[in-house]
């Protein structure tokens, strides 16, 4: 069973910086898609950020320059993505979801191409 959590969202300041952080286990030993999405209220789920386990990365083009995905050390039985969050705007403002599909050579930011969903965690940015 694939169990999925993130954690570290909380209240920020514009221009502030946030580490998110999700944990994943269920894939024993070996790295799997880990990506980070968000949604608003009346909006649909967003890519955020992606990383293959070869290290390539991905991103929203509204987050491009300013986040950073990374994979933690790879456990016997989990897994771990950050996403650093810098120079933070209130359109950031978001439930922060973290999810999981079993390979990890091309790791999308299709909401679909998912399986597994944490519970999300909240960024609220303020000016």
């Known amino acids: 069973q694939v169990q999925v959590e993130e954690s570290g969202g909380g209240s920020v300041q514009s221009g502030g910086s946030l580490r998110l952080s999700c944990a994943a286990s269920?894939?024993?030993?070996?790295?799997?898609?880990l990506t980070w999405f968000r949604q608003v209220p009346g909006k649909e789920r967003e890519g955020v950020a992606a990383i293959d386990r070869d290290g390539n990365t991905r991103y929203a083009d509204s987050v491009s320059g300013r986040f950073t995905i990374s994979q933690g050390a790879l456990l016997d039985y989990s897994d771990t993505r950050y996403l650093q969050m810098n120079r933070i705007t209130r359109e950031d403002t978001a439930m922060y979801f973290c999810?999981?599909?079993?390979?990890?050579?091309?790791?999308?930011?299709?909401?679909?191409?998912?399986?597994?969903w944490g519970q999300g965690t909240q960024v609220t940015v303020s000016s």
């Open positions: 269920g894939y024993r030993g070996r790295r799997f898609c």
């Open positions: 999810a999981s599909k079993s390979d990890a050579y091309f790791c999308p930011l299709e909401a679909d191409r998912y399986d597994y």
